[in-house]
Structure formats: C-alpha cells, structure tokens
C-alpha cells in the first residue's frame, strides 16, 4: 500500500516508574487527512500525542516525522519543521487584541532585531506588513473580522479555541495537533470550529491529528479514527465502522469517559 504519512510512530513504548503508559504503539497520520484518537481514560492518548510532539522522549521505537526520524526532539525543534499543538491562550496574552495574538507567532520576525532595525528599517517595515496582512487573512478565515481588535481576554471560550487555531495558521504547519480542542465550547461555537478545521484541512491542505472526547465531533471531522486502550492501537477505521464494532462499542464506550 503506498501511505503517505506525514507522521509514523513505529513501536513507541513509554513507562512512568512500573506502569507501561504506551506500549509498543505504531500508527501513521496520513497526509491530508483529519486522524482522530479516541479511548477511554488513561489510554495513554495524550502520552502518545506528549511523545509525537517532542514533550516527552520514548523509552524505545522512533517517531519519523515527514520522512525524518526526530525521536528525541524538543518541541521548538519540532515546531519550526512544521509540527504544531494548540497552544492555550495564555494570560499574558489576554491584554492582547485578537490580531495582536495572532501577530506574534512567527518565530525570529525581523523586528525583534534592534540591529536588523537600524540597518534595514524598511525590509521590517515590510516584514511587519506581511505578518499584519497574514494575520487579518487569518482572521478573516476564521470569520472573527468583529473582534479583530477585542482583548482576547475578552473573547468567549469558543473565540479563543479559533484565535488558539489562527495561531496555528500564521506558521506553515505540517500538521496541526488538537488535544480535547471541543472541551468547554457551547454547541454553536464547536459547529464554527469544526467547519473551520474542515476548511483548513480542504481548501489549505492541514493534516490534523486530534485527540477528542466528543464523538459527534470525530465522526463528523476524522478519518480514520485511532482507537487506544492501555498504551496499545486496538482498532482504525472510519467512525462508521468503529461504532459499529461491538466489542469496541462494550469495552470502550460503555464507561464514562471524564474530560482531562
Ligand atoms: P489518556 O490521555 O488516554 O487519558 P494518558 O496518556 O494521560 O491517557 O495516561 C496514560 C497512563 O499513564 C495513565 O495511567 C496515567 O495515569 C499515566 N501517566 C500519564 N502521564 C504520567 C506522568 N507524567 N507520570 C506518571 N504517570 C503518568
Ligand atoms: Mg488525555
């Protein structure tokens, strides 16, 4: 089968003292695609995506990432290859308007140079320019054109998690990385989140892999889902499908799954 993956966890296993947290785990992120990761508590769903993003450091296996083994890397590594995580919008960036949060994402603007400024002043005024302008398509994109200029400390739960998604937008990401990206929106907002990461993923190309405990939210986005439980894959496939296993639906589904 040719499989472009964008991400390829080959055999991951991680222990926390005793306790095999991940174990011997494969799976590929496929270019293109909206990869859901689903299971109950303490699956290991967030060791894995810890793993995948350079948090946390495998006991053994590799994870290659767009062809290249970067088992090991520090997230900033990570991030400037073109693998990014929402970040939470943090404090200090709530007196921040929208578009000022958005804007200060790029890594290493020429502006943050006070020698470049004073040698090329009009090469950072042109670079200060293009952020500003990427930054208003972002918004646009996001339809958050009314609260550009909102503190983001200001915004809702679910304008955050967009804002938290623009940010994503202002570097050319590889794949994006979404950790319970529904938890605490209202209905209406997560319907906003969902088609914009449908859009993201159709009309600019964004390989999404998306942990989620909502599961109308990973039928509508995901295909294929990941099934976990106790550090190990034990199904993929399209949510169609997943539902439609039995003894997935038994074990997995059965119990209440809490919002971490
Ligand atoms: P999930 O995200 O699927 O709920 P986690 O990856 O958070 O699962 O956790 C998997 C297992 O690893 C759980 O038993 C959890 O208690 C344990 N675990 C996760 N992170 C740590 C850690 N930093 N130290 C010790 N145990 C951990
Ligand atoms: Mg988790």
């Known amino acids: 089968m040719s499989f472009d993956a964008v991400i390829d966890v080959q055999h991951v296993s991680k222990s926390f003292g005793g306790l095999k947290a991940v174990q011997d785990c494969s799976i590929k992120v496929a270019r293109g695609s909206i990869t859901g990761l689903i299971g109950p508590n303490g699956a290991g769903k967030s060791t894995l995506f810890n793993l995948v993003a350079g948090n946390i450091v495998p006991d053994s296996g590799a994870v290659i990432f767009d062809g290249r083994d970067v088992t090991g890397m520090k997230p900033h590594e990570l991030f400037h290859l073109g693998m990014l995580r929402t970040f939470q919008i943090a404090h200090e960036f709530?007196?921040?308007?929208?578009?000022?949060?958005?804007?200060?994402?790029p890594p290493g603007q020429p502006g943050e140079s006070l020698l470049k400024t004073w040698i090329a002043p009009g090469a950072v005024r042109a670079a200060d320019q293009a952020v500003r302008q990427k930054a208003s398509d972002v918004i646009d994109f996001l339809k958050l054109g009314h609260v550009k200029h909102e503190l983001a400390g200001?915004?809702?739960?679910?304008?955050?998690?967009?804002?938290?998604?623009?940010?994503?937008?202002?570097?050319?990401?590889k794949v994006v990385l979404l950790d319970e990206v529904a938890a605490g929106v209202n209905r209406?907002?997560?319907?906003?989140?969902?088609?914009?990461?449908?859009?993201?993923?159709?009309?600019?190309?964004?390989?999404?892999?998306?942990?989620?405990?909502?599961?109308?939210?990973?039928?509508?986005?995901?295909?294929?889902?990941?099934?976990?439980?106790?550090?190990?894959?034990?199904?993929?496939?399209?949510?169609?499908?997943i539902r439609a296993n039995p003894e997935i639906i038994e074990a997995y589904f059965g119990a209440p799954v809490e919002a971490d």
């Open 94 to 105: 709530s007196n921040m308007t929208a578009i000022e949060n958005l804007m200060v994402v």
């Open 188 to 241: 209406t907002l997560l319907q906003d989140l969902a088609a914009n990461i449908e859009r993201m993923n159709s009309e600019l190309g964004y390989t999404f892999f998306v942990i989620e405990h909502d599961m109308d939210l990973i039928g509508r986005l995901c295909d294929p889902v990941i099934v976990m439980a106790q550090g190990e894959k034990i199904a993929e496939g399209p949510m169609a499908e």
């Open 154 to 173: 200001n915004l809702s739960g679910g304008q955050k998690k967009l804002l938290e998604l623009g940010r994503t937008m202002m570097v050319d990401a």
